[in-house]
């Protein structure tokens, strides 16, 4: 049973301070909890004495905790308190479960999977916004939901939730919960696609009869949930979508964003969610109109003549890359990064829009084994001399005519703090070389 005040006076452990952690610490004092807090990194530690976050090893206390928030960045089979949270395995809560429980009176909409959760989130509020409805979106796509300054005012929120996320979630749930799609991603802790699939499937069993389950229905990696339905009830209501509903609503609308591949499955999901909030087609199709895309996903940083620059800085794999790579032509590829365990490229299908590659990072021999024998490509080390390289291949085909892609197929870490650093370098490039 929920009790307003049950996280008064209580013991809670937070373990992680990054910004999920420092805002878990902030909520639970509200409440009126004694928190408990500890980071591994020592830097992270030497920024915290400057605060008002009191550090403490509890694993070494004497204390009984009655929860434990880990952040979603930790694998407690890696850490370095790791037999001490396997002993407490039971305690073990995230800041998802915290919200859901301090906010029950909130109707919450959760999109998750490996591609387009930022881009769907945000389409769902264009939508939802425009029909009226008090709405707000956080989450992985930007604020930690526990920082979100009053709840209370918004009858509905949107969450954009990552797998390691709902790792260790036990008791979130919401009334609407997608998975838009899953691709290999995140290996390198959850090991296999099962696994994987798994920790995504929580978002519906979590659920009761009243709420609704979204699935891609076109998604072969869906498998592995698919399956899970034959041994684990399904409570919720389960929609299919595939993508001929998105491109069906695409013909309706003057919105050019909604042309390209990536989108039209999220515009899909987006429709079914507005479609179970009784959102006239008329509210839809207004609000879509209205829609601008996110930065970093396929964002049009410079269009002229016949020159097109464009920045996908988000596609973290060659999944995600593969979109951008289906819709533009006459492309100049800079891909490189972090690659994504057990990524597989298949350029088939799209190597005749690709005119050259220009692979950049620490990882090139990685990605030359995956596109030596399907495309053109040069070892450009870094971003910059890849633009170079691009400008001086434009001089020699006298043409200037291409789309110059920035789209990696890898995390951002070899070189970029992040992906927004890594696009926003490129666009800084972009202005440079194209007045």
Request: charged share 25%; net charge positive; proline share 2%.
């Amino acid at each position: 049973m929920y009790y307003k005040n049950r996280f008064k006076n209580q013991n809670i452990a937070v373990y992680g301070m990054g910004l999920t952690g420092q805002s878990s610490v902030k909520k639970l004092r509200t409440l009126g909890a004694k928190v408990f807090c500890w980071d591994d990194n020592k830097k992270v530690r030497k920024d915290l004495k400057k605060t008002k976050f009191i550090l403490s090893k509890f694993w070494l206390e004497k204390k009984r905790f009655d929860n434990i928030i880990i952040s979603p960045g930790i694998d407690i089979n890696k850490c370095n308190i790791s037999l001490y949270l396997k002993k407490n395995s039971n305690k073990i809560i995230t800041d998802l479960d915290l919200f859901f429980e301090i906010n029950k009176d909130i109707e919450i909409i959760s999109i998750t999977g490996t591609n387009g959760k930022s881009t769907t989130c945000k389409i769902i509020e264009k939508i939802l916004k425009t029909a009226k409805y008090n709405v707000i979106t956080a989450g992985n796509i930007g604020k930690p939901i526990l920082s979100l300054p009053n709840t209370k005012k918004s009858k509905i929120v949107i969450l954009e939730v990552s797998s390691y996320q709902l790792q260790y979630s036990r008791q979130f749930r919401a009334k609407h919960a997608a998975i838009l799609n899953i691709t290999p991603d995140h290996l390198e802790r959850h090991k296999k696609m099962q696994n994987y699939a798994k920790i995504k499937s929580k978002i519906f069993f979590s659920q009761i009869n009243e709420d609704y389950s979204y699935i891609n229905s076109s998604d072969k990696n869906l498998k592995f949930i698919k399956n899970l339905f034959k041994h684990k009830k399904l409570k919720s209501k389960l929609i299919l979508v595939n993508k001929s509903i998105g491109k069906f609503i695409s013909k309706k609308i003057n919105n050019n964003y909604f042309r390209r591949k990536g989108n039209i499955e999220n515009l899909a999901f987006a429709y079914k969610i507005a479609k179970n909030f009784n959102i006239k087609n008329k509210t839809i199709i207004k609000a879509l109109n209205r829609f601008k895309g996110l930065s970093h996903r396929q964002e049009i940083v410079f269009s002229k003549k016949n020159i097109l620059c464009v920045n996908d800085s988000k596609a973290t794999s060659f999944d995600a890359s593969l979109q951008s790579l289906s819709t533009y032509n006459k492309i100049y590829w800079i891909l490189g990064g972090v690659p994504k365990r057990q990524d597989r490229f298949y350029l088939h299908d799209v190597k005749k829009n690709i005119i050259k590659a220009y692979i950049i990072g620490k990882n090139i021999s990685f990605f030359k084994k995956k596109i030596r024998n399907d495309i053109p490509f040069l070892e450009s080390l870094n971003m910059k001399s890849a633009m170079n390289s691009i400008i001086e291949d434009l001089k020699v085909s006298k043409s200037l005519n291409g789309t110059i892609l920035l789209s990696p197929a890898g995390a951002s870490f070899d070189q970029f703090k992040n992906f927004e650093s890594r696009g926003n370098y490129f666009k800084n490039l972009i202005k440079k070389n194209f007045k």
